[in-house]
């Protein structure tokens, strides 16, 4: 697929305007429109720009905040999402398999690259509506493991992991949960963490939903309820060992679901809590909420 009109949405704090407009001139052949996000905007109204001018790939230059803003606005519209990773979780780049640390290898994927379509989730909680392109949720979550120490994930890899989840279950506190799986019955469930994605590695490899699949046309939920040491060693073998490195290599083949840790999936999830939690959606925390409802998009992004 030839690009005839490519939009460059890009953060400032991330990366140096000279080098990258270098590399794109260096890949990018064709008519190039430039948007630069700010701390009001990070990047809706400039991919709406992109979509009203034409562009048939918009590319987001930047972190997940900066992806999942430009997502948002072309879910739906059949303009193309570019990825180019210059943040530290960069998430969706990882589960897609974009390069990470090559800016030009980055945007020679998004000039070659084959198109695909994949699944966006929505969550609605205080009245507003937000997308997400991998996951929302409270207590123990996605924002936690993104900014595990980098150093500690280069000397100790699946141990960082353990360690960092291990300082953030210390500050958790049970809450009564009333659960609702697409048109089922409202389960009543407890627990200190939820997580509700549409795609599941992390950085390092570890598969927090090692079942979601980014269009399945489903969302992965993980729910936690360890309370005390021995439940907690339960949730840890579960995370690293059942559902990371036996299933690395092929020792299993789905989610494992233990006392401590359940898997399921869903189209729709609506939760109510008995007491508010920290939100987040792709790592950006936006406040206490005391419900939502989360819901998939199926083949709603095209990305390259």
């Not at 990070?42 to 930047?62: K, L, N, Q």
């Not at 979601?212 to 360890?226: I, T």
């Amino acid at each position: 697929m030839t690009i005839s009109r490519l939009g460059v949405i890009w953060n400032p704090s991330k990366i140096d305007e000279e080098q990258l407009r270098t590399a794109v001139a260096e890949s990018i052949t064709g008519e190039v429109l430039w948007w630069e996000t700010s701390e009001d905007d990070p990047g809706r109204g400039m991919a709406a720009a992109a979509v009203d001018e034409g562009c048939d790939v918009v590319v987001a230059v930047g972190g997940d905040g900066t992806v999942r803003a430009v997502a948002e606005v072309l879910a739906g519209s059949g303009v193309a999402l570019g990825i180019v990773p210059q943040g530290t979780g960069n998430l969706l780049a990882r589960n897609l398999g974009v390069p990470l640390d090559d800016l030009n290898a980055a945007l020679e994927r998004v000039r070659d690259g084959e198109p695909r379509t994949i699944d966006i989730g929505w969550v609605e909680f205080g009245g507003e509506k937000r997308a997400f392109t991998v996951m929302v949720g409270f207590g123990v979550d996605a924002q936690m493991l993104v900014e595990t120490s980098d150093d500690l994930k280069d000397r100790a890899g699946w141990l960082a992991y353990v360690e960092a989840m291990g300082r953030a279950l210390a500050g958790t506190e049970m809450t009564d949960i009333m659960l609702t799986l697409d048109e089922g019955e409202a389960q009543e469930v407890r627990g200190h963490t939820m997580i509700v994605g549409n795609c599941g590695m992390l950085q390092g490899g570890i598969r927090l939903l090692p079942d979601a699949v980014l269009d399945d046309g489903q969302l992965d939920l993980l729910l936690v309820s360890a309370d005390g040491a021995l439940q907690w060693l339960d949730t840890v073998r579960s995370v690293v060992w059942d559902n990371g490195i036996r299933r690395v290599f092929g020792g299993v083949t789905e989610a494992v679901s233990t006392e401590s840790t359940r898997h399921v999936a869903a189209q729709t999830v609506s939760v109510t809590l008995e007491s508010p939690q920290q939100f987040e959606v792709d790592g950006e925390e936006v406040g206490e909420v005391s419900s939502f409802v989360a819901s998939v998009q199926p083949g709603a992004l095209i990305v390259r």
